[in-house]
């Protein structure tokens, strides 16, 4: 009796672990799943955060060009286009092509210039051996801040600089802009940090 309560025991007490250990790991992997979904269901929301005002804008853009038949309308329709069909259906992973983000800064940049006629100077030099994937819309949301808060407060000739280079090793992204003087004053900086904190929340996400 004794050797038959060891061994059954024994048996019991190795399946009752084994039981817990497996509990334990379906609770993780339901916690990381979980965690998962919620960073997923973040990014998508920081990614549809594009500014509405470039929307508006440019719409109202195209609309006065197609009053004076100019020949920039149909490529201007063309760029909104694509930056929408990038936006939309190409963002839903979590990286894309760095030429097809080039490409929409690209367009991004052509329909602001149509808010500046030739005033506007943007400087655009890119060396890029291979073609990575990146996280989507970090390059945009950089330029976008360029716009809005330098050349739209620039009533002179603003410039806007950017240099991207890339490589198996590294990647690099700079811009820069004119700033007016005013645009430094302390009580502008919280307010103009929105764009900049989601750009940080999604590089965290994504790369830690």
């Known amino acids: 009796l004794y050797v038959y309560l060891s061994d059954f025991l024994s048996s019991s007490a190795i399946f009752i672990f ?15 799943q979980l965690e998962k979904e919620k960073a997923e269901t973040e990014l998508k929301l920081l990614k549809t955060q594009l500014n509405p005002h470039f929307l508006f804008n440019t719409l109202n853009n195209i609309y006065s060009l197609s009053f004076t038949s100019s020949p ?6 063309a760029r909104l286009a694509d930056i929408l069909d990038h ?21 991004y940049i052509e329909l602001e210039k149509l808010r500046y006629d030739e005033r506007l100077t943007v400087i655009f030099n890119s060396d890029v051996e291979p073609d990575i994937d990146i996280a989507p819309l970090i390059l945009l949301s950089l330029v ?38 005013q645009n430094n004053a302390p009580d502008r900086i919280s307010t103009e940090r929105i764009g900049l904190n989601n750009l940080q929340r999604q590089l965290d996400l994504i790369y830690g």
Do not use: M, W
């Not at 920039?72 to 329709?77: K, L, N």
């Open 144 to 181: 976008e801040n360029a716009f809005k808060h330098g050349a739209s407060d620039d009533a002179g000739a603003p410039v806007i600089d950017i240099d991207l280079f890339a490589s198996d090793e590294n990647f690099i992204f700079k811009v820069s802009n004119t700033v007016a003087a």
């Open 72 to 77: 920039a309308t149909s490529p201007s329709i």
């Open 87 to 107: 936006i939309l259906y190409r963002c839903n992973g979590q990286y894309v092509s760095l030429k097809a983000e080039i490409a929409l800064v690209k367009n």
């Open 18 to 32: 084994l039981k817990l250990l497996k509990d334990q790991f379906e609770t993780q992997k339901r916690a990381l």
